[in-house]
Structures are given as structure tokens and as C-alpha cells.
T-cell receptor
Framework: GDSVTQMEGPVTLSEEAFLTINCTYT??????LFWYVQYPGEGLQLLLK?????DKGSNKGFEATYRKETTSFHLEKGSVQVSDSAVYFC??????????FGSGTRLSIRP | SAVISQKPSRDICQRGTSLTIQCQVD?????MFWYRQQPGQSLTLIAT?????????ESGFVIDKFPISRPNLTFSTLTVSNMSPEDSSIYLC????????FGPGTRLTVL
């Protein structure tokens, strides 16, 4: 069945460092891919998405490119801020509008 | 995007009791989803709730334990029945087709 595998955390970086959180998926067909973010004490928010191969989703300085050849959707940001500290979930859109989530990666940014 | 509210936002309950969680959306939607997020874990889909039909449950979840109502296109309830400490989780509802939007969650603690 469809599944998502993402980089284990926690990840700790210094402010202004470059961020990559790896995500790979297994799916039949061509699912939509998502990154969701959960800030401390808050609900789950959609960060960005891509709906077809080679699409790049971007938001708040974060980017991820839908790579069909490597079945990947890695999240990147060039310069992280303390306010980016959160848990990040990679996800894919499965059949019947279901969303399948990865295990989540906790990111902590040091000032 | 839809605006989704949940009640209660949190509750502490005794084992053996039941709790009903409400989810209200500000627009009519066809599909609503209920997820569970156990402490430190990712989100797991419990069931899909369509208006006018029985909910569709995922493997490992049964109607007797998690009865769901969907009386109209803007509202749904999830009941956690005969609770045990293992049911302590955040319960989230979501709506959407290709991408989903999540409510703020209900944090349940069972003593």
C-alpha cells in the first residue's frame, strides 16, 4: 500500500543554517504530495504541496520538489529561524481523498 | 480554505466513560475525516464520514469503539467509547479533497 518515509528526528540547527528534511514515498499512480507543519501547542497546517512530477511547492521560504524518478519530496529552507521550530510531516494523497502521513520530524532552531 | 472548529479543546476523563467530540465547518463539505495523534506520534486516520451514509473505518478501528455521526454537510461527531488510558491522544477532524484542512484538535487524557 501507499506509504511515506521521512527523516527521523529530532533535528537541531542553529539560526540561519540550511535545512533539509528528507521524505520518500511509495504509491501507485501519481499522488499529490504535501508538507504539513505543527507549531508547539497549535493545530496542523498545510505548509506546501505539489500535485505532479517536477512541481515545486513553496511557502514561507520553504520549498519541496516532486521528484518522480527518486520518489522523493524533500523539504528545504535556505536560512532557518527560531520561529521555524515545529514538527514537520510529509504526506501523500491516497485513494478516496485520504492523506497518509509520515512519522514527523521535530525541528529545533537554536538562536 | 475552510475554517474548522472542534469542541471540546481538551478534556480529562475517567476510564470506562465516553466522550463525544464535535467538529464544525464554516462551509458545506462532502467528506470529513477523523484522525488520532497519539503522544509523540504521527496522525492515523480513524474513519471517513460522509453525509447520509455510514462512516468508513480504517483497519484497526471499529464503530463500536468510535461511533461517528454526520447529520449534515457542516457537522460531525466522533465518540470515544469505554475509554482506557491508551485512548489518550489528540483527535482531529479534517475536510478536503486533494488537500485537507485540519481542526485545532481535541486533547484527550484518560485517567
Amino acid at each position: 500500500g501507499d506509504s511515506v518515509t521521512q527523516m527521523e528526528g529530532p533535528v537541531t540547527l542553529s539560526e540561519e543554517a540550511f535545512l533539509t528534511i528528507n521524505c520518500t514515498y511509495t504509491a501507485t499512480g501519481y499522488p499529490s504530495l504535501f508538507w504539513y507543519v505543527q507549531y508547539p501547542g497549535e493545530g496542523l497546517q498545510l505548509l506546501l504541496k505539489a500535485t505532479k512530477a517536477d512541481d515545486k511547492g513553496s511557502n514561507k521560504g520553504f520549498e519541496a520538489t516532486y521528484r518522480k524518478e527518486t520518489t522523493s519530496f524533500h523539504l528545504e529552507k535556505g536560512s532557518v529561524q527560531v520561529s521555524d521550530s515545529a514538527v514537520y510531516f510529509c504526506a501523500l494523497g491516497s485513494s478516496a481523498s485520504k492523506i497518509i502521513f509520515g512519522s514527523g520530524t521535530r525541528l529545533s532552531i537554536r538562536p | 480554505s475552510a475554517v474548522i472548529s472542534q469542541k471540546p479543546s481538551r478534556d480529562i476523563c475517567q476510564r470506562g466513560t465516553s466522550l463525544t467530540i464535535q467538529c464544525q465547518v464554516d462551509s458545506q463539505v462532502t467528506m470529513m475525516f477523523w484522525y488520532r495523534q497519539q503522544p509523540g506520534q504521527s496522525l492515523t486516520l480513524i474513519a471517513t464520514a460522509n453525509q447520509g451514509s455510514e462512516a468508513t473505518y480504517e483497519s484497526g478501528f471499529v464503530i463500536d469503539k468510535f461511533p461517528i455521526s454526520r447529520p449534515n454537510l457542516t457537522f460531525s461527531t466522533l465518540t470515544v467509547s469505554n475509554m482506557s488510558p491508551e485512548d489518550s491522544s489528540i483527535y482531529l477532524c479534517s475536510v478536503g479533497n486533494n488537500e485537507q484542512f485540519f481542526g485545532p484538535g481535541t486533547r484527550l487524557t484518560v485517567l
